[in-house]
């Protein structure tokens, strides 16, 4: 029981540590379409 529970830990961990990186990427990819959007207008 006590290592059932323990895999179902790291595996919440996993899915966290999955979802910050997302997160992350989501954060960049903003950026990039307002940088890309700030270039269309100056253009």
Known sequence: M????A???ENLKKI???EQ???GQLQ???KL???LLR???LI
Do not use: D, E, R
């Not at 006590?2 to 529970?5: C, E, F, K, L, T």
């Open 39 to 41: 270039y269309l207008v």
């Open 21 to 23: 990186n997302l997160k």
């Open 33 to 35: 379409k307002v940088a």
């Open 28 to 30: 960049t990819i903003s």
């Open 16 to 18: 966290i540590a999955f």
């Open 7 to 9: 895999h179902k830990v």
């Open 2 to 5: 006590q290592g059932q529970w």
